[in-house]
């Protein structure tokens, strides 16, 4: 990390929740997943201490308070280069990972959407079923865009691979209208 730059600044949480019922401990682990905090071992995780992940950190500790636990923010930056590094290195790592199962669904859907032309299934409802999955893929990449923020290898493939869903959902369109355009007759209105 050169010198001339602030370390990164870190939001630990310490989290302790009831055993009772585990709805509770499921739903702030959820939450904490979903927002992607790194486990750093049993009840403690970690956020880069950046607004985009503040309002996460605010529904963790309203969810572990709701289960009558209780939550600890601390601020922690690393003590010396080596352990900021290691810090960043531990999150773009987590970050990669989510970009692996992104990119892997990225191909779930265009094999979908090949399947689907291959067995001539030109139909609205599995037109819209897909633009959904699409739409999924665009709020998951939105995401990720968001919390990746060291900038993790991947990102910019599954930027790419987006892209390339989207135009293979348009061409699956455009054969479903002239499918259901078609006259009996093999010649269109």
Known sequence: MPNNEAPVRW????IKVPAEPSRHRVAVWRELRRIGALSLGQGVWAVPDVPVFADGVSRVITLTEQAGGQAMTLTASGRG?????????????????????????????EAELAKEIRIAKFTLAEL?????????????????????????????????????CTAACEDYAE??????????GGHDR
Not at 175 to 184: C, I, K, N, Q, S
């Open 11 to 14: 939001l630990v949480l310490v």
């Open 81 to 109: 280069a080596e352990d900021a590094a290691r810090f960043q290195a531990m999150f773009t790592a987590a970050r990669s990972e989510d970009w692996t199962e992104f990119l892997a669904d990225c191909g779930k859907f």
């Open 128 to 164: 819209e079923e897909e633009e959904q999955s699409l739409e999924r893929l665009r709020r998951w990449h939105r995401d990720l865009t968001a919390r990746d923020v060291f900038g993790a290898p991947e990102a910019a493939t599954a930027g790419k691979r987006l892209k390339e």
């Open 175 to 184: 054969r479903v209208f002239r499918a259901l355009h078609e006259t009996p």
